[in-house]
């Protein structure tokens, strides 16, 4: 393979996917604590399927547009994404910020904030294999649910899925960010893990919300994470609204991404002004 | 020294000296306990929106209606909180067993498990019990309850007997842990899954969840079952409506439970690990 | 020594793990047939390399662990079945964990560690004033913890080790990391606390010169087992270590390479200082002196001890 000479200012993707399968890596070393995760995930979807099973049937098969199949397939899909999806709003990056080993991060030719949410979407794919896959598949065999009819819906699935998993990590990166400011973001990072899990609609999807609540959740990027990707991996959504929420996802995806990076510049001029 | 003391007192002087002096620290960080005390509230409003948000598409759940579920809710809260407050840093036994501050506690001479426990306290779950007790009251007031001394003493003895079973909840995961360590997650499945099936109406569980958090788990035994029996409501398959006088006995087993779970826990560090 | 006085008494202790290698179980001997007897009194180093098995007996000897085979006694007590009343009698210092509350000031630490072991209040302040004075904790009495410096933070935990007046003290690696300064405090410390109390002292280090200061007895492990049981130079004696005289000469002198029984080491300031190494077997420092003086005036001299890591070096290298 030829190795390219990188210039100054521009920077080649490597870096990042070595950062990535490192993230990958290194949680395949937990294999215990994911099978700690997996029954977690399992009991608590098997808890509800029982209170939502019987919200469908109370509503006589038709709750807001969710049946059996898809509420099951709900169920179990935001069951599975739990590993992957970053709801309680820590990482590592943040402790770093906070105990100014930043610094040595910002002396490395990469971005630092790409370099963050790298690790932490590698750690996320992992997930999904212990986690993940095995959670959709005892719902699937144990419960059964909706799928997707056509292999177009898995590839729009797989797409969502994975920019749920980039949103979730380019939004806690702004909770850290905020530790160049803040002395203390554990306020912050609580309130995180409170909103962003009913915002994604873990507990319950955000369709049931009544209007106005629902309108405050579709204003934050926590659907992005997990309700939409559930929404297309499931084919409760198809076609033209599938690819819109996609292109939902994709402008969150854009918004975080762009207030990381300028928080980031801001925080590395307030560092190096104040001398860390 | 000269001043009467009652054996009481000099008995619980060592826990008393550690509880006292976690609060007095936990006061002391003034702003973090307002950002814990309204994070806290925050979990408790969040857990109650989940519910509230499906009867609003629905009128009646596993045969309850609204305000029957708040007193549900309500119980299970309330005794969850509660337990949480004095109980939930046995979750930290891993931390300790990792950093080896286990051993430290093997150094004073008071029982291990007694001495875990009264190692901390989190103030801030009180925000949340608030919650609970308001959800409880409310469902109180709206329910139509037959007064009598009977249903105090049955809300009374719920009460108490459903903060017992979550404390022990926390014990028997403890226990628990000195096998698992990393994969502490799996005991989540039960204590915190726990809570969340305690606030649901049981009637809507097949028979292997009944089994799980009906009565192994007597999850059923802190809120739904005292709730039917208060309502006078009528019970369900393996769930007759009087078993609802019988939490106090399942306090008793989750306890019993809890216990032994400590015991081979701690024998197996002391025997295996190192 | 009679068992009465006996603070700590093993007999054939031994204890094994069960470690998980890939997929196969196996056993590893972290001690084997240790039978060692302290008596009131004694300061015992306890050495040896990493995993030679010293964590694992002293937390045999609290009753954190169980024995797997032999059986120990702690100041007359079962460690396991007596855990808490051996804990009124035995106070631990592990260099690595801590026993005080990080987020309080030191103070406080100190008197719920007080409340912890039952101390009466007379007994709390006495006690109290005596260790805040001999370790110098005054200055940061009031603050916490997590602000100390390491070597202020360990003499902390020696004063909450040592609260409740043990007879027996057990300090794991004490002075590691400590500065030069922070060590001889320690060090002094603990001669007095033993010379007043009358403290039976175990430690476990890798540094000699707590050993060498602290120490009238060595146990030194190898693997799990016991390789010497006596004194520093005792052992010195049994590798073949030798001593070194070195003397301070009234005129420049040729290089003494002829004193019978000795090794000429080297000279320094022009033949002034001269360093001779002779083996305690076959000659004296006396013998050594008088055959120097004869010669030339000698105005100062000092003996210098083996270096213990190298006698300890010796004795693995011996065994392997």
Redesign the interface.
């Given at each position: 393979m030829p190795t390219s000479i990188q210039t100054t200012g521009r920077t080649s993707w490597r870096p990042y996917w070595r950062i990535l399968v490192a993230g990958f890596r290194r949680q395949s070393t937990?294999r215990?604590?994911a099978?700690?995760?997996l029954?977690?995930n399992?009991?608590?979807g098997?808890?509800k399927v029982?209170?939502?099973?019987?919200?469908v049937r109370?509503?006589g098969g038709d709750?807001?547009g969710y049946d059996i199949g898809t509420i099951s397939a709900y169920i179990w899909i935001s069951q599975g994404l739990l590993g992957s999806v970053n709801l309680n709003g820590r990482s590592d990056i943040a402790t770093r910020i906070k105990d100014g080993g930043i610094v040595v991060d910002f002396l490395r030719p990469l971005s630092v904030q790409a370099a963050s949410v790298a690790t932490e979407v590698g750690q996320s794919i992992f997930a999904l294999i212990p986690r993940g896959l095995p959670t959709v598949s005892i719902g699937v065999l144990v419960v059964g649910m909706n799928v997707p009819s056509a292999a177009s819906g898995y590839l729009l699935g797989a797409l969502s899925l994975l920019l749920g998993i980039v949103v979730s990590a380019t939004t806690v990166y702004l909770v850290a960010a905020a530790g160049f400011w803040l002395v203390?973001t554990?306020?912050l990072q609580?309130?995180y893990?409170?909103?962003s899990?009913?915002f994604a609609g873990l507990?319950?999807p955000i369709d049931?919300?009544?209007n106005a609540?629902r309108i405050v959740a579709e204003c934050t990027p926590f659907p992005s994470m997990l309700m939409y990707p559930v929404d297309v991996l499931s084919g409760r959504v198809v076609g033209m609204d599938a690819l819109g929420l996609v292109g939902l996802q994709v402008l969150w995806l854009v918004l975080t991404a762009l207030a990381g990076h300028l928080m980031t510049r801001a925080g590395r001029r307030k560092l190096e002004v104040q001398g860390g | 020294m000269a001043d009467p003391t009652s054996p009481l007192v000099t008995l619980t002087r060592p826990y008393r000296a550690v509880l006292s002096s976690r609060i007095r620290s936990q006061r002391s960080y003034r702003a973090n306990f307002t950002i814990d005390l309204v994070s806290s509230l925050l979990v408790g409003i969040v857990e109650l929106a989940e519910v509230g948000v499906l009867f609003l598409n629905v009128d009646r759940l596993g045969g309850l209606e609204f305000t029957q579920i708040l007193i549900v809710f309500g119980l299970a809260d309330l005794a969850f909180s509660v337990a949480d407050l004095a109980f939930g840093h046995c979750d930290n036994l891993p931390t300790y067993l990792r950093a080896g501050t286990l051993d430290v506690f093997y150094l004073r001479p008071q029982p291990l498990l007694l001495q875990l426990i009264t190692s901390n306290i989190s103030l801030r779950r009180l925000a949340r019990a608030m919650v609970g007790l308001a959800s409880l009251v409310t469902g109180l007031v709206l329910a139509d309850v037959d007064w009598s001394f009977a249903a105090v003493a049955l809300l009374l003895v719920s009460a108490l007997s459903g903060i017992a079973t979550f404390a022990a909840m926390f014990v028997w995961a403890a226990g628990a842990q000195f096998f698992l360590i990393d994969g502490a997650e799996a005991t989540n499945a039960f204590v915190y899954g726990g809570r969340y099936a305690a606030s649901q109406p049981a009637s809507v569980w097949n028979r292997p969840l009944k089994v799980v958090f009906g009565f192994f788990f007597p999850m059923a035994f802190t809120a739904y079952l005292p709730t039917v029996t208060l309502l006078g409501l009528p019970g369900t398959d393996l769930m007759p409506s009087w078993l609802g006088w019988c939490a106090p006995l399942a306090a008793i087993f989750t306890w019993a439970m809890a216990l032994l779970s400590w015991r081979i826990g701690v024998r197996h560090y002391r025997g295996g690990g190192g | 020594m009679s068992t009465d006085t006996a603070i700590i008494e093993t007999r054939e202790l031994g204890r094994d793990f069960k470690v998980r290698d890939g997929v196969r179980r196996r056993t590893l001997t972290a001690v084997d047939d240790l039978s060692v007897c302290v008596g009131a009194g004694e300061a015992v180093g306890y050495i040896g390399a990493n995993g030679a098995g010293k964590s694992t007996t002293i937390k045999m000897l609290c009753g954190i662990l169980v024995p797997t085979r032999g059986s120990v006694t702690t100041c007359g007590l079962r460690p396991v079945a007596d855990r808490r009343e051996l804990a009124r009698q035995v106070g631990v210092v592990f260099g690595q964990r801590t026993q005080l509350w990080w987020d309080l000031p030191v103070r406080e630490s100190f008197t719920i560690l007080a409340a912890i072991h039952g101390l009466g209040r007379t007994a709390e302040t006495a006690r109290t004033e005596e260790l805040v004075d001999r370790l110098e904790l005054a200055e940061f009495l009031g603050t916490p913890v997590r602000q100390l410096s390491l070597g202020q933070r360990m003499r902390a935990e020696v004063a909450a080790a040592l609260l409740h007046s043990p007879r027996l003290v057990i300090l794991d690696e004490p002075t590691i990391g400590l500065d030069v300064l922070s060590k001889q405090r320690l060090r002094e410390f603990l001669v007095a606390e033993r010379t007043v109390h009358g403290t039976t002292l175990l430690l476990t280090t890798h540094d000699m010169g707590d050993v060498e200061r602290l120490c009238d007895r060595i146990l030194l492990v190898d693997r799990g087992r016991l390789v010497w049981d006596g004194t520093l130079a005792g052992l010195s004696r049994t590798v073949g270590a030798q001593r070194v005289l070195v003397v301070d000469l009234a005129a420049s002198t040729p290089d003494l390479v002829d004193v019978p029984s000795t090794q000429h080491l080297g000279s320094e300031g022009g033949g002034l200082r001269q360093r001779l190494a002779f083996d305690p077997d076959t000659t004296t420092a006396a013998k050594v002196l008088a055959a120097v003086s004869e010669r030339v005036e000698v105005l100062d001299l000092a003996v210098e001890e083996p270096d213990v890591e190298d006698v300890v070096r010796r004795v693995y290298a011996a065994r392997r």
């Open positions: 937990y215990l604590a099978l700690g995760g029954i977690a399992t009991t608590f098997l808890l029982a209170i939502l099973f019987a919200t109370a509503a709750l807001n203390e554990r306020g609580i309130l893990m409170v909103v899990g009913f507990f319950v049931l919300f009544p609540l | - | -």
